[in-house]
């Protein structure tokens, strides 16, 4: 990396650390104190003078209770995880329908915006061409792999609670890249469809809404019964209810704790408030 670049860098992390720092009115010394990284060095980093090591990073997401991404300011994960995309829906399909079992399930979805669940076939034929800039040849195979995957979780799940960051519900609605390559009627569908369920399939879904900062993927409940994938997809066996319920916990300390609309009519209010800025 050049020494320009570097700064850049180190300019955009000390803005983050300061921004942090005087909206929650925390001063360098309490930082210091919390990290246990001694104040001349935390001024350095909060300086951009220094860039901070990774374990340092850690220690200062831990104590202002920021996401290493969202101090980091990476951008949304816009291209395949996969070589193919059809690779990618075949592979998550497969996986879904052994892990739900006959009997199917929960899932709990943690991610930066809404899940693909949530898309029409002829939004996600858009997004195959124009955001992941498929080969033509291509995008008829993902679609009939996109569309086996939607059958499975049509089929097999029972609920489903999405926790999704605020900041990229705004930008997409809005439009903002890279979704300005998606047609505002076909968003303007995607988020009514998700306003329609949760008006009228309370029992079967539920979207909490939170902080850019709170962003986290990496939960602590990884064993043969659960099981994180696909930047933060959790499924969960209904056979067994008491991992379910402990990873629920979490949730809902999301959604009392750390949510910004903690009440499903307010989620519901500024879905709208969003859609009506966008007429």
Same mark, same amino acid.
């Given at each position: 990396?050049?020494?320009?670049?570097?700064?850049?860098?180190?300019?955009?992390?000390?803005?983050?650390?300061?921004?942090? !720092?005087?909206?929650?009115?925390?001063?360098?010394?309490?930082?210091?104190?919390?990290?246990?990284?001694?104040?001349?060095? !935390?001024?350095?980093?909060?300086?951009?003078?220094?860039?901070?090591?990774?374990?340092? !990073?850690?220690?200062?997401?831990?104590?202002?209770?920021?996401?290493?991404?969202?101090?980091?300011?990476? =951008?949304?994960?816009?291209?395949?995880?996969?070589?193919?995309?059809?690779?990618?829906?075949?592979? !998550?399909?497969?996986?879904?329908?052994?892990?739900?079992?006959?009997?199917?399930?929960?899932?709990?979805?943690?991610?930066?915006?809404?899940? &693909?669940?949530?898309?029409? =076939?002829?939004?996600?034929?858009?997004?195959?061409?124009?955001?992941?800039?498929?080969?033509?040849?291509?995008?008829?195979?993902?679609?009939?792999?996109?569309?086996?995957?939607?059958?499975?979780? @049509?089929?097999? =799940?029972?609920?489903?609670?999405?926790?999704?960051?605020?900041?990229?519900?705004?930008?997409?609605?809005?439009?903002?890249?890279?979704?300005?390559?998606?047609?505002?009627? +076909?968003?303007?569908?995607?988020?009514?469809?998700?306003?329609?369920?949760?008006?009228?399939?309370?029992?079967?879904?539920? +979207?909490?809404?939170?902080?850019?900062?709170?962003?986290?993927?990496?939960?602590?409940?990884?064993?043969?019964?659960?099981?994180?994938?696909?930047?933060?997809?959790?499924?969960?066996?209904? &056979?067994?209810? @008491?991992?379910?319920? @402990?990873?629920?916990?979490?949730?809902?300390?999301?959604?009392?704790? +750390?949510?910004?609309?903690?009440?499903?009519?307010?989620?519901?209010?500024?879905?709208?408030?969003?859609?009506?800025? &966008?007429?």
């Amino acid at each position: 990396m050049s020494k320009s670049k570097e700064l850049k860098k180190n300019d955009k992390i000390s803005k983050k650390i300061k921004d942090h !720092l005087n909206t929650f009115g925390i001063t360098g010394k309490e930082l210091s104190k919390n990290t246990g990284i001694e104040l001349n060095t !935390l001024y350095s980093i909060i300086n951009g003078h220094q860039q901070p090591s990774v374990e340092k !990073l850690e220690r200062i997401c831990t104590s202002l209770q920021i996401s290493m991404d969202a101090l980091l300011d990476l =951008e949304v994960n816009t291209f395949p995880v996969y070589s193919q995309k059809v690779d990618e829906s075949l592979i !998550l399909g497969k996986f879904e329908d052994v892990w739900f079992g006959p009997n199917g399930g929960e899932r709990i979805v943690v991610s930066r915006n809404f899940s &693909t669940a949530n898309q029409s =076939e002829v939004m996600r034929r858009v997004i195959y061409k124009n955001i992941y800039r498929l080969p033509d040849d291509q995008v008829e195979p993902a679609m009939q792999a996109f569309q086996k995957r939607q059958q499975i979780i @049509n089929k097999k =799940e029972k609920s489903r609670i999405e926790v999704v960051v605020e900041s990229e519900i705004i930008d997409f609605i809005q439009q903002r890249k890279p979704f300005d390559l998606i047609d505002k009627k +076909l968003i303007h569908e995607c988020v009514n469809g998700i306003i329609s369920r949760l008006e009228n399939d309370p029992l079967s879904f539920e +979207l909490i809404i939170i902080p850019r900062q709170f962003f986290s993927v990496n939960y602590e409940i990884i064993n043969r019964e659960v099981l994180v994938f696909d930047f933060g997809s959790a499924l969960f066996r209904q &056979t067994h209810p @008491n991992i379910l319920q @402990n990873f629920l916990k979490e949730v809902e300390k999301y959604k009392y704790n +750390l949510g910004c609309y903690p009440d499903r009519a307010q989620t519901i209010e500024f879905l709208r408030k969003q859609l009506d800025e &966008t007429r």
